[in-house]
């Protein structure tokens, strides 16, 4: 007797290996690491003054940052929809009149979404090799790993709770991009402005509070905070509450996937 | 042709059920049925009649507002996950995974019906039993999308064979095919029948719809609509024999001139001279008898004399006249 994986996960698996944008994103993302890995190295080579630790970094900073870019763009694309493709093709009522829980189907589809998130860090592995072999901290890669790891989580758990909440995938996927957006750029400007008011009014301890909330949940905050290598570093404390954030985002993003996953059945006839 | 095991038979019973739509409409009102194991139950109704609605909810994938849904002795209160392991349904429109080969199509709902106890070869054999059944075998590497409408009926068929579930629900699982696919289906169908499984099928296909269910109900506007005497539900025989009250044919020579000698006989019946004969709507035996024997004595040639049966169409269109 074997235990097998979750059915909806090797479904999603087929369907997403036979995409063929996955595999032209893959490359293009294999191309950008070598430029950055090349470019690099060929310094180094070209520069005999330059330190291995300055090629580790350059290598650190440009690998991740292309990393965490491109897995919440493929996160975001990956789950949005997946729910919502069910309805509009019809397969819905299908998939739940199995004995499959909802929470075994949205499960899935999660871990299905998220499966693109670890395909990319799969791919950074070599360009993780050559970090290490030029120096660079390993505790530092494995933090920049589990921010990418997490924030994948994160945008992908989102997207398909918009994509249960929201009948058609289209919606699904503006829904999605308006979360990026609020959440790369509008969340960090109004922390941004936030920090500069507790400069100005340190005594003011709403502006902090507005600086917590909303800056440091910044992927690339964060991302930035695990990989700097000066200065002081980021509180254990921040990273907890960072990393309870995103959680939580993603547990809701889930929840927001189980609980939608029967909208439209009255409509499927 | 290999036959895949059944659980244990069950009766699908659904007592006063009533399902409204999220804007509050009532689609299914007060509705009750049971349906016993080996019997086929042809439900019938216009568009929009509810009848969709009922068959997702006794799935377990709407949750009803009033009333129950019974597995046997289980009760589901709108449980997709219960009904997937007491029904099998078909839904309409059929939604297929087009991406996917028929091959993986089966392999996912076998992986999903066994979830989370079967073996890998619990799984082949089970696939290798439903492909041999239906004829997949040809089109296994095929992709969904390539397939005809009658074949990826035939596959949706097939996840219904995996799920081997006690109760089968069948939403139009003729439409859209031509007569060969649908007799073939239809063949299928009843294959389902004889392993003691309880079948509810809707049909907009009264003519084999009647030559494939035992019992029938007619759903108007979310109700049973009541068909001649009251009563809700009608089996094949009440059909064969008109409710009890026989329809029957004479063909002869002069019809024109034999319904003016039967006239005095059958004040009461409705009498209409049609094409080479004579229809009488409400006739018994004994007055079928006594009306061929005046006529014989009347000079008029009998050449044929036969019961006629009403038809599903008929009844339903009678049932589901609009009133004024």
């Known amino acids: 007797m074997s235990k097998s994986i979750n059915p909806v996960l090797w479904l999603e698996l087929r369907l997403r290996l036979r995409e063929r944008k996955l595999w032209v994103i893959s490359l293009v993302f294999l191309l950008i690491l070598l430029a950055v890995t090349s470019a690099a190295v060929g310094i180094k080579q070209n520069g005999a003054s330059m330190p291995s630790e300055a090629i580790a970094s350059a290598l650190v900073w440009g690998d991740f940052v292309t990393l965490l870019g491109l897995i919440l763009l493929i996160g975001g694309l990956g789950g949005a929809g997946r729910i919502s493709q069910e309805r509009e093709q019809r397969t819905l009522a299908g998939l739940l009149n199995t004995p499959l829980t909802s929470a075994e189907i949205v499960g899935g589809k999660l871990l299905g979404a998220w499966a693109f998130v670890g395909w990319f860090l799969l791919l950074s592995l070599p360009f993780v090799g050559a970090m290490l072999y030029w120096g660079a901290p390993w505790w530092r890669v494995g933090l920049g790993f589990a921010v990418c790891s997490l924030a994948g989580l994160t945008v992908s758990a989102l997207a398909i709770g918009f994509s249960g909440i929201f009948r058609n995938s289209l919606t699904s996927y503006l829904a999605t991009g308006f979360f990026l957006f609020f959440w790369l750029i509008v969340l960090p400007a109004i922390g941004g402005v936030s920090h500069l008011a507790s400069l100005i009014h340190p005594e003011d301890s709403s502006s902090s509070l507005a600086q917590y909330l909303f800056f440091y949940p910044n992927p690339f905050v964060a991302l930035y905070g695990v990989l700097k290598d000066s200065g002081e570093p980021i509180p254990v404390g921040t990273g907890v509450f960072v990393a309870v954030v995103w959680v939580g985002l993603s547990v809701i993003g889930f929840g927001l996937g189980v609980a939608g996953l029967r909208k439209g059945l009255f409509a499927q006839s | ?324």
């Not at chain 2, 009461?268 to 009306?291: H, I, Y």
């Open chain 2, 1 to 324: 042709m290999s036959q895949t095991s059944v659980q244990a038979p069950i009766s699908l019973r659904i007592e006063n059920l009533t399902v409204s739509y999220p804007n509050g409409k009532t689609a299914v009102r007060d509705l009750s049925l049971e349906v016993r194991p080996g019997e086929v139950f042809g439900l019938v109704g216009p568009n929009g009649a509810g009848k969709s609605t009922l068959l997702k909810a006794a799935a377990g994938l709407i949750a009803p507002q009033g009333g129950a849904v019974f597995y046997g002795s289980v009760q589901n209160k709108g449980s997709g996950a219960l009904g997937g392991r007491h029904v099998a349904f078909m839904p309409d429109p059929l939604g297929v995974y087009n991406d996917l080969k028929s091959r993986e199509y089966l392999e996912f709902f076998a992986r999903a019906f066994g979830h989370p106890h079967a073996t890998t070869a619990d799984r082949a054999q089970r696939i290798g039993g439903v492909v041999e059944r239906l004829g997949l075998r040809p089109w296994l590497n095929h992709e969904v999308e390539s397939l005809s409408a009658g074949w990826q009926r035939r596959l949706s068929l097939g996840r219904i064979l995996l799920a081997d579930a006690p109760i089968v629900l069948l939403d139009e699982p003729a439409a859209g095919l031509d007569v060969t696919a649908r007799r073939e289906l239809l063949d299928v169908v009843r294959g389902l029948a004889s392993e003691t499984r309880a079948i509810l099928i809707t049909s907009h296909i009264l003519p084999e719809l009647q030559e494939l269910a035992d019992r029938f109900g007619v759903i108007g506007n979310g109700s049973w609509a009541p068909v001649a005497g009251g009563q809700t539900f009608f089996t094949s025989d009440d059909l064969k024999q008109g409710f009890g009250t026989a329809r029957g044919r004479l063909v002869c020579s002069e019809p024109a001139r034999a319904r003016e000698a039967l006239l005095p006989l059958h004040a009461d019946a409705a009498l209409t001279a049609e094409g080479d004969g004579l229809l009488f709507n409400a006739v018994d035996r004994e007055a079928m008898a006594k009306a061929i024997a005046h006529l014989t004595g009347a000079g008029i040639k009998i050449y044929e004399a036969r019961n006629e049966s009403r038809s599903l169409s008929e009844v339903a269109a009678q049932v589901l006249k609009p009133t004024a």
